[in-house]
């Protein structure tokens, strides 16, 4: 048997960043995620965001890569938010993401970070707060 633990904290946002993500639909998508990711035996830690994007703190599984397990995470999560018509029009996500490990020791402070999201976004749009995440984790020069 594998032992793996890996924490991954990924942002998303909507397509367009349209602000679709009242705090009403927040609080029924997000228990959502959360719900369907124990399903699909995925350690969903806390998910949260605001108008226009989405936090997630999980761990990675040892069979699965990062790209198929935001794909289970966000495109399960719009095609249910879709068919229950909980959004109007209907949700869907911009197709690029953030997504970076996270050391075991700093999990409470990014667990805190996505907890007060609406708190952060007062002085920060979603944009200001990617780029950062961009610049910080030196990801510009990628290819």
Same mark, same amino acid.
């Given at each position: ?13 909507t397509?367009?960043?349209? #602000?679709? /993500? ?7 998508? $997000?228990?959502?995620? &959360?719900?369907?990711?124990k399903?699909? @035996? =995925? ?13 997630c ?10 790209? #198929?397990? /935001? ?5 399960e999560?719009? $095609?249910?938010?879709? &068919? ?5 029009? @209907? =949700? ?12 075991e020791s ?11 999201q ?14 950062r ?11």
């Open positions: 048997m594998s032992y793996v633990k890996v924490w991954i904290h990924a942002v998303w946002g397509k367009n960043h349209e #602000k679709l /993500l009242t705090k009403d639909i927040r609080r029924v998508l $997000f228990q959502h995620i &959360k719900v369907n990711g399903e699909k @035996n =995925l350690y969903i830690d806390h998910v949260n965001g605001y108008f226009d994007h989405v936090h703190l999980f761990t990675l599984n040892a069979d699965l890569s990062l790209s #198929k397990t /935001l794909q289970l995470i966000k495109g999560a719009s $095609f249910w938010a879709n &068919k229950n018509k909980l959004v109007q029009p @209907n =949700l869907a996500w911009a197709d690029d993401y953030f997504a970076a490990s996270v050391s700093i999990v409470p402070k990014v667990r805190e970070y996505i907890k007060n609406e708190e952060h976004h007062k002085s920060l749009t979603f944009k200001e707060e990617f780029d995440f961009i610049e910080k984790f030196n990801l510009k020069h990628q290819g």
